[in-house]
């Protein structure tokens, strides 16, 4: 299981205004590839750029794509950096090496909160997309103000907007089957996490339900009668 992705926004889904088509998350890791992910606030989003940040750091040696987080609510309106002293920073290499690195793999910026506002930063990235042309991007938004972000350029490479959703009851489910938990717990941590996660606005969204299944599956005699209780664990 894995974060839902869809070609449409809930609100098109649920007014069935177009076709809606669940996207492959790994086409995300692909290094030829630019999407635009958009999704509610709290909904995993900069979960998702982390996820994939460890996946590609993993999988280095054999598909040389090297993940650059970068989270844009960490920069003023109009600061701007060297995104190649950046990466040097983040490798911890000197510059010629840093420089080998950059020239000889395939970068995937992972750009979490982007805002076109933040013109340093953008014009950061602008000049380093004209020095390289081995880069491709991930960029994440408010689904919210999606009308924000549809003329606007993310690199030099065309980009697809994608939007990330809520799971459903039915993938709640199929999460808690893969569990080691009794028929009889399925539906008692099932109806716990609707009703708990309603109550505390906790997005439903794949890692948050993995972790509260994670922590029940560890502790089989965990009640959880209120939100004090959730909170205090």
């Known amino acids: 299981n894995e974060a839902i992705l869809k070609t449409t926004s809930i609100d098109d889904v649920t007014k069935k205004s177009s076709a809606s088509f669940k996207v492959d998350f790994q086409l995300l890791l692909n290094d030829d590839k ?3 992910i958009l999704g509610k606030d709290k909904s995993g989003k900069s979960t998702l750029l982390k996820k994939i940040q460890l996946e590609l750091l993993e999988t280095f040696s054999d598909k ?22 950046f990466i040097q920073k983040y490798l911890e290499l000197n510059r010629a090496l840093t420089q080998e690195v950059i020239s000889n793999s395939y970068i995937k910026l992972l750009l979490d909160n982007f805002d076109v506002s933040k013109k340093g930063l953008v014009s950061s990235l602008d000049s380093f997309y004209k020095e390289f042309n081995n880069v491709s991007t991930l960029a994440t938004g408010d689904s919210s103000i999606a009308r924000k972000y549809e003329n606007i350029s993310l690199s030099p490479l065309p980009h697809s907007r994608i939007f990330l959703h809520s799971i459903t ?12 938990l009794s028929d ?6 099932l109806s716990k996490i609707v009703s708990i996660f309603k109550q505390l606005n906790i997005p439903f969204n794949y890692w948050t339900v993995s972790l509260f299944l994670w922590v029940k599956s560890h502790n089989s005699s965990l009640t ?4 004090i209780d959730l909170i205090n664990y």
């Open 184 to 189: 009889g717990e399925q539906e008692e941590v």
């Open 34 to 36: 630019s999407f635009l």
């Open 169 to 180: 009851r039915r993938q709640i489910r199929q999460l808690a089957e893969r569990w080691s």
């Open 64 to 85: 040389n794509i090297l993940p650059l987080y970068i989270d844009f609510d960490q920069y003023s309106t109009t600061q701007e950096i060297d995104i190649s002293q």
């Open 224 to 227: 959880l009668n209120n939100n």
